[in-house]
């Protein structure tokens, strides 16, 4: 690849924002008379990304923590980090891995804030979620698709 073709390579984060945000904690008051503490947390972490126009992209990651503490909903807290980034100068591929992993890489510690910041404002613990490498999980995705397809071209 020439140094031409390398310059002409762009990947920048324009704008970062909550798109979508919600708390709800359906047995309060009595949920905060528990005596300990012992919450169950059931995850589900997603991601979505459009084409808005020209290299501007639209990446989304999506959290749903269900906070669970004996037998009884604490509260559930869903949100959805959004960025618009500029990639310019890349194959398909490539763009695929930056909105897929690196994108989400970017979103992962604001989500993991607001999260934070409801479950307080809810009157619960911080509830703080756990790193994630999302380049590893990006190729297992990329891996499972690739099994898929060839699995479906045996079929054939």
Same mark, same amino acid.
């Given at each position: 690849?020439?140094?031409?073709?390398? @310059?002409?390579?762009?990947?920048? @984060?324009?704008?970062?924002?909550?798109?979508?945000?919600?708390?709800?904690?359906?047995? +309060?008051?009595?949920?905060?008379?528990?005596?300990?503490?012992?919450?169950? @947390?059931? !995850?589900?972490?997603?991601?979505?990304?459009?084409?808005?126009?020209?290299?501007?992209?639209?990446?989304?990651?999506?959290?749903?923590?269900?906070?669970?503490?004996?037998?009884? +909903?604490?509260?559930?807290?869903?949100?959805?980090?959004?960025?618009?980034? +500029? @990639?310019?100068?890349?194959d398909d591929e490539e763009k695929?891995?930056? !909105?897929?992993?690196?994108?989400?890489?970017?979103?992962?510690?604001?989500?993991?804030?607001?999260?934070?910041?409801?479950?307080?404002?809810?009157?619960f613990p911080p509830l703080i979620?756990?790193?994630?490498?999302?380049?590893?999980l990006y190729h297992q995705h990329?891996?499972?698709?690739?099994?898929?397809?060839?699995?479906?071209?045996?079929?054939?």
């Amino acid at each position: 690849m020439s140094e031409e073709q390398e @310059i002409k390579k762009q990947f920048a @984060i324009q704008k970062l924002y909550v798109k979508d945000a919600s708390f709800e904690s359906p047995a +309060t008051p009595e949920s905060f008379s528990f005596e300990q503490w012992k919450p169950k @947390i059931d !995850l589900n972490l997603t991601n979505k990304q459009r084409h808005v126009e020209g290299d501007l992209y639209e990446a989304v990651l999506c959290v749903t923590a269900t906070v669970t503490h004996q037998d009884s +909903t604490a509260f559930l807290v869903e949100v959805h980090q959004a960025g618009l980034v +500029t @990639i310019a100068g890349f194959d398909d591929e490539e763009k695929k891995y930056l !909105l897929g992993s690196q994108c989400m890489s970017v979103l992962f510690p604001y989500l993991r804030e607001v999260v934070s910041d409801l479950s307080t404002r809810g009157g619960f613990p911080p509830l703080i979620l756990s790193p994630v490498n999302f380049d590893a999980l990006y190729h297992q995705h990329m891996q499972q698709q690739q099994a898929e397809q060839e699995a479906a071209g045996v079929e054939h």
